[in-house]
């Protein structure tokens, strides 16, 4: 047995994204939805990982090298520039997780 949380469908939309810098090449697939608290997910297309985020998630680069394995900060901070231009703010004034 088990309860269930929620059991919704939804007709989103789904922005794909890419860039290259210097060292690497990122392919984005982020989702847009009312769920979550508003953050859409960011899938990383290489990896697979993804994460709900929003831009000011993205301004934390320890939070992006963690969650898209990026090994150094530059690279780091250049996908959190790019990403921030992506993702919406979520007001400080919605719960978060």
């Given at each position: 047995?088990?309860?269930?949380?929620?059991?919704?469908?939804?007709?989103?939309?789904?922005?794909?994204?890419?860039?290259?810098?210097?060292?690497?090449?990122?392919?984005?697939?982020?989702?847009?939805?009312?769920?979550?608290?508003?953050?859409?997910?960011?899938?990383?297309?290489?990896?697979?990982?993804?994460?709900?985020?929003?831009?000011?998630?993205?301004?934390?680069l320890?939070?992006?090298?963690?969650?898209?394995?990026?090994?150094?900060?530059?690279?780091?901070?250049?996908l959190?520039?790019?990403?921030?231009?992506?993702?919406?703010?979520?007001?400080?004034?919605?719960q978060?997780?």
């Amino acid at each position: 047995m088990f309860e269930r949380l929620y059991d919704e469908t939804e007709t989103t939309k789904v922005h794909f994204t890419g860039f290259v810098s210097e060292t690497s090449r990122y392919d984005f697939g982020i989702v847009l939805t009312h769920q979550f608290f508003g953050k859409p997910l960011v899938i990383c297309m290489q990896t697979g990982r993804s994460s709900l985020m929003c831009s000011e998630d993205v301004q934390n680069l320890e939070l992006l090298k963690r969650k898209f394995l990026i090994q150094n900060d530059e690279e780091a901070r250049e996908l959190s520039l790019f990403l921030q231009d992506q993702l919406p703010s979520v007001s400080s004034g919605q719960q978060q997780y």
